[in-house]
């Protein structure tokens, strides 16, 4: 069964409008959480790093006021596209990860929201 | 800053046959992770197989396997007897450990086509 669940899966908002997703992990505590953006036929493209009790870690060329994501439980992670416009349309797919320090541990994702901004 | 490259956008096998997906990285880093993951059509990932590089043993988990060199940076997968349910995008990832929390580098993709 899935281990990380992420909603909604889809939604259709008009421009202007803030949109949350959500992210949780069901069976373990998730120390990192990943934010990512997918295009269509093209590779995930991490947005930001979300660890648990501390500010998130933006990748370069993403807006951090724009795309704000919060972390505040060791089972949940947000992220929020404020005042999202046409070119914020896109796939965001979220993972987590059971542990920090390991490099091992393989990340757990979501099923991916499709958000359409009108 | 570490790369991860997928030179093949597309490859197709026949059912029941075997297919290599090639896979390069570059990265300073000795101690790191390298996975393979599966995107069907629904684009849910699907984690396949994973690989530590401090392992000279390559990876196996049933019809998928991986051929890892490291010194010539490469992690190919390999995928036996083919099936159907195999068509998916296949992308490579390279984790490691940055200041103490994971830092992830995804390939471009590879599209299996599976021919019954």
């Not at chain 1, 795309?67 to 046409?86: D, E, G, K, M």
């Not at chain 2, 994973?50 to 991986?66: D, G, H, L, M, P």
């Not at chain 2, 010539?72 to 200041?99: E, R, V």
């Amino acid at each position: 069964g899935a281990v990380v669940s992420q909603h909604p899966s889809r939604v259709i908002c008009k421009s202007g409008t803030s949109v949350k997703i959500e992210c949780r992990s069901l069976d373990f505590q998730a120390t990192t959480m990943f934010w990512y953006r997918q295009f269509p036929k093209q590779s995930l493209m991490l947005m930001a790093t979300s660890n648990e009790g501390s500010k998130a870690t933006y990748e370069q060329g993403v807006e951090k006021d724009k795309f704000l994501i919060n972390h505040a439980s060791l089972t949940l992670s947000t992220l929020t596209v404020t005042s999202a416009h046409p070119e914020d349309s896109s796939f965001y797919i979220c993972s987590a990860s059971r542990r920090r320090f390991y490099s091992n541990q393989p990340q757990h994702f979501g099923d991916g929201t499709r958000l359409s901004i009108l | 800053a570490q790369t991860v490259t997928q030179s093949q956008p597309e490859m197709s096998v026949q059912e029941a046959e075997t297919v290599t997906l090639s896979c390069t990285y570059d990265t300073s880093e000795s101690d790191y992770y390298l996975f393979w993951y599966k995107q069907p059509p629904s684009r849910q990932m699907i984690l396949v197989i994973r690989q530590e590089a401090y392992k000279q043993q390559n990876a196996t988990e049933n019809r998928f396997s991986v051929n890892f060199q490291k010194a010539a940076k490469s992690f190919s997968l390999k995928i036996s007897d083919s099936q159907l349910g195999d068509a998916a995008m296949y992308f490579c990832a390279l984790i490691k450990n940055s200041g103490g929390y994971q830092k992830v580098t995804f390939g471009t993709g590879t599209k299996l086509q599976v021919i019954p």
